[in-house]
């Protein structure tokens, strides 16, 4: 039973994701997918319950390794994504220069 | 901290990210955006760290320690020029991260398992009875995981050009990649069948999802990776979400998900930006398949003198840039060459197909880098229809993007590939090297075009030299 539920907020964070991503647009494109790769280094959360278990030896060397990447992927993710995203400005001084004024 | 509260934390993380995901949409918030989302995350790891399965720190501490350091200077130190790499690198760790913690998984006491399944004996044998459907995930974990890093891996090497970024194509390919898919599925079976932590079937899955990685990206050319970046980020999603099902938690799966979500809709985009199904770019090495029909004719080049002269009568410009405007690291001067346009009374646009650069999206990061403001980056929809009456489109660095064969020949390679029609506008200059071909090596007619004219040489320089008639 446990199985069916986690199949159903499978399904629905999926739909989600769908409706979510589709909504931004191309320029944002790049920022997005560094952001969702570093959402994706949520693999961390397994890692650490791993790695700290306690358990046999070997699974502490695999979780600590693999801690060690998905930090990477997190740390490093949202940091480049930050960088690019306070790159973009919008145009300066001009009141109502949005869509070149055209009426 | 209870199974339950820890689960409730997990839901506010899952806020934040779909919240920050939502933010994202807009450039006015995506910076915001990101915050909440890494705030996500933060709760997520330190709930996690109060789990009662959690007791040795120090090793933890290590991982985290050794990440964040090479995380951290890695996004500090990269160029935007190289963003495609790094985040095939950051995929490729995200990806081997869920390996392990698959295989990790297997050793069952990391694991919020259901009380039947936990491992019986763990001293007394190797054997591990978890139930079939979590060695399932598992052994999904591991394949997803191994072919994501394997194939980011590979990507990055093509991208970086540290290997040839031609596709790598030979006689019986498919063959024996249909034949890695059976051999990695039999495995699969036999290992789940009798699931053992020194079960040599384990290392052969775990051998043959990294070949099989690598098999899956080197049949695929340069000019394609922007869509293999994108599928290994959703990969590295379904990764997390498979490593989700094998240790009972809910936040990786969501997360995953979500992940595995942004990626199908990117490669989607690319690949209707090239007009070609997903499946063309993985299993047709790009350009092998057809030769263009040869275009011939005379170029008219120009020099700077002219293009300033036709620059400033202008009252509509707009800049197609590609990766070729990167590589010269002209961006720079194109902004100021766009300002001084601008002050000269023209509107000035730069206008990006989706598959320009290595990235989707990755010619906006460059320019918003220079200063360009967001608002006067366009899209093709947004362009094509208005671009009669641009009087002078710059092309810099771009070539399959504006290629009308992509039109009108139907025996070019990148036939029915949607482009910015620039050879519609009045002039069209177009900055070169040379007369080489681009990356797809594809043949151009806009270069013969009857209002294109031909700015040779360094696109930096050109432009600086366009810079300094308008200010002598």
């Avoid at chain 1, 997005?32 to 959360?45: E, F, K, R, Y």
């Avoid at chain 2, 350091?69 to 500090?76: E, T």
């Avoid at chain 2, 059976?182 to 789940?192: E, N």
């Amino acid at each position: 039973m446990e199985a069916v539920f986690l199949a159903f907020v499978l399904m629905l964070s999926i739909f989600l994701g769908f409706e979510l991503i589709s909504k931004v647009p191309a320029t944002l494109h790049t920022p997005l997918m560094s952001g969702a790769n570093a959402i994706s280094g949520i693999t961390l959360v397994g890692a650490l319950a791993s790695s700290g278990a306690g358990g046999s030896e070997m699974a502490t060397i695999l979780g600590t390794v693999a801690v060690a990447f998905a930090t990477i992927n997190v740390v490093g993710g949202y940091m480049v994504t930050n960088r690019m995203l306070s790159m973009f400005k919008k145009k300066p001084t001009e009141p109502v220069g949005d869509q070149g004024g055209r009426s | 901290m209870s199974v339950e509260l820890i689960n409730l934390w997990y839901i506010v993380a899952a806020a934040l990210f779909i919240f920050g995901l939502k933010q994202l949409g807009s450039p006015a918030t995506a910076v915001r955006g990101n915050l909440l989302s890494a705030i996500g995350m933060f709760i997520a790891v330190v709930v996690s760290l109060f789990s009662r399965d959690v007791i040795e720190f120090q090793w933890i501490a290590v991982g985290v320690v050794i990440g964040s350091v090479i995380g951290a200077l890695a996004a500090q130190k990269v160029a935007m020029t190289s963003m495609p790499e790094m985040v095939a690198l950051f995929n490729g760790s995200g990806g081997l991260a869920s390996l392990l913690v698959g295989w990790a998984a297997l050793y069952g006491s990391g694991n919020a398992l259901p009380a039947e399944a936990v491992v019986s004996g763990a001293a007394a044998s190797a054997a591990v009875s978890v139930s079939t459907f979590t060695v399932i995930t598992i052994l999904l974990s591991v394949l997803i995981g191994g072919m994501t890093f394997s194939g980011s891996i590979i990507a990055w090497g093509k991208l970086a050009e540290v290997m040839t970024s031609r596709a790598i194509v030979f006689g019986a390919q498919r063959l024996v990649n249909a034949a890695l898919l059976v051999a990695l599925i039999a495995c699969g079976v036999m290992f789940a069948m009798e699931p053992s932590l020194t079960s040599p079937y384990l290392y052969i899955v775990i051998g043959l999802s990294l070949l099989f990685g690598v098999m899956a990206v080197i049949p695929i050319g340069g000019a394609d990776m922007p869509v293999v970046i994108s599928l290994l980020n959703s990969y590295s999603g379904l990764a997390a979400c498979a490593a989700g099902f094998a240790i009972n938690n809910n936040i990786l799966i969501v997360a995953g998900s979500l992940v595995g979500a942004a990626g199908i809709i990117l490669t989607n985009i690319m690949c209707k930006a090239m007009n070609r199904s997903l499946a063309n770019v993985l299993f047709s090495g790009f350009g092998a398949v057809k030769t263009a029909t040869k275009v011939e004719g005379e170029v008219k080049p120009i020099v700077a003198d002219d293009a300033f002269l036709i620059l400033e009568a202008a009252s509509s410009v707009t800049f197609v840039p590609g990766y070729g405007m990167a590589v010269a690291q002209a961006q720079h001067v194109v902004r100021e060459l766009g300002e001084l346009l601008e002050g000269n009374g023209a509107e000035v646009t730069y206008a990006i197909h989706p598959v320009a650069g290595r990235m989707p999206g990755h010619m906006n990061v460059l320019l918003a880098e220079a200063n360009v403001p967001y608002d006067q980056l366009v899209e093709m929809d947004d362009i094509n229809p208005r671009i009669d009456n641009i009087d002078v489109a710059v092309v810099i660095g771009a070539n399959d993007v504006v290629n009308p064969a992509a039109r009108e020949d139907e025996n070019s390679p990148i036939y029915g590939m949607p482009i910015i029609n620039v050879d519609s506008a009045r002039t069209v200059f177009v900055l070169k090297r040379s007369m080489a071909s681009g990356f797809s090596g594809v043949d151009n007619p806009l270069f013969f075009g009857e209002n294109t004219r031909m700015l040779f040489g360094d696109a930096k320089e050109s432009i600086s030299s366009v810079i300094a008639e308008f200010k002598g």
